[in-house]
């Protein structure tokens, strides 16, 4: 089969994580028999150096022609003016609302080969799998109104916080799916003591439940949530939040995998329930790294795993996807590892080097 992907490295090393993305999904098309048409273009900083804007109507236009966008990472100090008009990561919030991407999934999975590799005692790391569900087209990034003015009394400024039953609920049913497909355990984060669109969350995750019946729901408060955590991750499976929520949550998490360098996303327009195919945007979940840019340095693993999820939800190609996380498998079980999650007695190796070893064992 042919596919078309929209590639979209923005800044940093962006590009360079991404090149390998690349690399390793020809591997896979290769032993697979698939062929992946790639069509790039510009989002972030790169794109407001050359449009004035982070993202323009081509490259969303491009995009909605393509069957998946891969994207690297946006954002750098060259556009980090608090007073600047237009910002790096307008273009990520702009192709996030575009093309409707509500459900983003961050799994975190500590690999038994790196449970040294996180600044947590191995003991608490070892046998994480969790995913987090993030609501991603709403909450305090979107509500209006959001805006900063002067008054008699000084500055002022407003974010608004706002959700609708229909968000809560398709976001919730990718959090009753993903979890119908794991360990049947839905763990719904919220801020009910609190915050009203919480209490609205927490109404409508209980009018899903019934349908549900194979999946146990428990309600937790984000407070506690970030306390569970660190305290007993493994027991976590699938968490379900709104945006800011998950913003912090993902973060959060992030650290039990040791590197950011090793965790990917997907951000999907529809709810994956039985291998049904949703158009979806995959990165890795971490930024731009200026400071490592061009040093051919940055651990392209996040990226690579986020091409294994752009098989697996947007184009039906399970057997590729499970082949790619095999592969990022076996390379780091021969000892090679990027300096972000090295440790004594392995191989350090470049961003390149990685790539070409996963893409290697691909096409054994
Ligand atoms: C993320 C990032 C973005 C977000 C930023 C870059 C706008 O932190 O994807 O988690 O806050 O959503
Ligand atoms: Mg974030």
């Known amino acids: 089969m042919k596919f078309d992907i929209a590639v979209l490295p923005g800044d940093g090393v962006g590009p360079e994580v991404v090149a390998e993305g690349l690399r390793v999904l020809e591997a896979a098309g290769k032993r697979f028999g698939h062929v992946f048409d790639f069509h790039h273009g510009l989002i972030g900083g790169v794109a407001i150096d050359e449009y004035g804007v982070a993202l323009n109507q081509e490259t969303i236009d491009m995009c909605r022609k393509c069957d998946a966008i891969l994207l690297g990472a946006v954002g750098g100090p060259k556009w980090d003016d608090p007073r600047a008009k237009v910002r790096p990561e307008d273009g990520l919030l702009g192709i996030r609302k575009a093309f409707d991407l509500f459900a983003n999934l961050r799994p975190v999975k500590v690999l038994p080969m790196l449970v040294d590799s996180t600044c947590l005692k191995p003991d608490t790391v070892r046998g994480v799998d969790l995913v987090v569900v993030r609501e991603l ?8 109104p959001k805006r900063q003015w002067r008054t008699t009394r000084g500055r002022r400024a407003v974010d608004t916080m706002a959700y609708a039953d229909w968000e809560v609920e398709r976001i919730a049913k990718v959090g009753f799916e993903v979890a119908r497909g794991r360990r049947k355990k839905l763990i719904s984060v919220d801020k009910a003591n609190v915050l009203e669109t919480s209490r609205l ?3 409508v995750v209980a009018e899903l439940a019934p349908q549900y019946p194979d999946v146990a729901v428990e ?11 660190i305290q007993k991750p ?3 499976d699938v968490l379900v939040t709104e945006n800011t929520f998950g913003d912090i949550l993902t973060d959060e998490a992030s650290m039990l995998a040791g590197s950011m ?10 709810i994956p329930s039985n291998g049904a195919k949703a158009f979806g945007m995959y990165e890795p979940i971490h930024g731009s790294a200026p400071r490592r840019a061009g040093m051919n340095m940055a651990n392209p693993i996040a990226t690579i795993l986020s091409t294994a999820m752009m098989l697996r939800y947007s184009l039906g190609l399970a057997d590729g996807a499970s082949a790619i996380e095999a592969a990022v498998l076996a390379a780091l079980d021969e000892g090679y590892r990027t300096y972000d999650i090295m440790s004594e007695g392995k191989t350090k190796v470049s961003t390149n080097e ?10 054994q």
């Open 234 to 236: 493994s027991d976590l």
């Open 219 to 229: 309600n937790m408060l984000v407070d506690s949530c970030a306390m569970r955590l």
């Open 261 to 270: 360098g090793m965790l990917p996303s997907a951000s999907l327009a529809g």
């Open 201 to 203: 969350w927490r109404q």
């Open 354 to 363: 990685m790539g070409q070893l996963i893409a290697r064992k691909l096409e």
């Open 137 to 144: 087209t709403g909450g305090l990034y979107f509500g209006r």
